[in-house]
Nanobody, 124 residues
């Protein structure tokens, strides 16, 4: 098991930027692929982006491609989500997740460790 704590959420204006962090503790961080998901009110939790164990491979949802960047620092056991050109439709609770699978996945059920979430609100 790995414990995950997100931070960095808040309020931003449309066109602005926010950087989320997710600090991991417990098991060896570099053994986990990491993902970010988000859930808006009344909607299903959806995939945002994911990164492989060594950071060499990244995947993005079409809705955030070119605006969001995922990265990780295995020495600090932390994964980041840089969000630029924010839109009101990016408003959601953002969750960090860890997967022990050797393959990076866009599926929620591939991730067995979740953070508590951090709220991101984008005003128009």
């Amino acid at each position: 098991q790995v414990q995950l704590v997100e931070s960095g959420g808040g309020l931003a204006q449309a066109g602005g930027s926010l950087r989320l962090s997710c600090a991991a503790s417990g098991r060896t961080f570099s053994r986990y692929a990491m993902g970010w998901f988000r859930q808006a009110p009344g909607k299903e939790r959806e995939f945002v982006t994911a990164i492989s164990r060594n950071g060499g491979n990244t995947y993005y949802a079409d809705s955030v491609e070119g605006r969001f960047t995922i990265s990780r620092d295995n020495a600090k056991s932390t994964v980041y989500l840089q969000m630029n050109s924010l839109k009101p439709e990016d408003t959601a609770v953002y969750y960090c997740a860890a997967s022990a699978s050797p393959y990076v996945s866009r599926r929620r059920n591939a991730y067995d460790n979740w953070g508590q979430g951090t709220q991101v609100t984008v005003s128009s």
